[in-house]
């Protein structure tokens, strides 16, 4: 016999992840939503950069935004040097170019999966520890005695429509993904991002010299950069 089995409806989300060879500058992580006004949000404050479209996924004025009000300002925040940006050939990037001491390239196609440094190790990384706190937030909240329980979905009758999540014995908010997702990625290691370059062979990266001093390494860890974006269901 077969059972059918209807799961819950799940909202999609895409985060754009960039971070530089020697795993010592991490782009704030950009989450791509649908809402334009999450009633989660009002009255609090993004914990990471935040965009809205209607699918949630990425294209190329966001790919702009990205640049233009995230990357761009991180980088010259951090260094004066060249920086070289690498994306992959998505239809939602836009195409190559160079300005002000950031020169950007594209992957070829049909190489994402082995090229790709975040596909190496850095987005798997990020998607378990996302989990893990969501997972942990939920089973904390089973753990509370049922009294307790009740004085937290009390609280939740309290706030707005769709503000209550994890907190309130509710599904995942937004804001609960945007929270796991700039905690987790701060706890991704150098090692982690380093690991994932070299997978990719993006760069040539001794591991003994950069374990001791990153100095012969600074210029390589400031223009070195890679750029990606996932999906995640919250």
Known sequence: STTRVQNKLKERITLIVCANATGNHKIPC???????????????????????????WMDTDICWKWFNEVFFPSIKRRTGRPVLLILDNAPGHFDEFERDGVRVVCLPPNCTSWKQPCDMGIIAALKERYKYSYLNDVLSFYDLAED????????ASRLRRGAAGVEYGFPATLLDAANYVKIRLEKITPDTIINSFKKAEII?????KIANTLTEYEEISEIIAHSNSVNLLY
């Open 148 to 155: 307790l329980q009740s004085l937290k979905k009390q609280a």
């Open 30 to 56: 950009t989450m791509i939503g649908k809402p334009g006004q999450p009633s989660c949000i009002r009255g609090r404050n993004w914990p990471i950069p935040y965009f809205s479209l209607k699918k949630a």
């Open 204 to 208: 040539i990266l001794d591991d003994l």
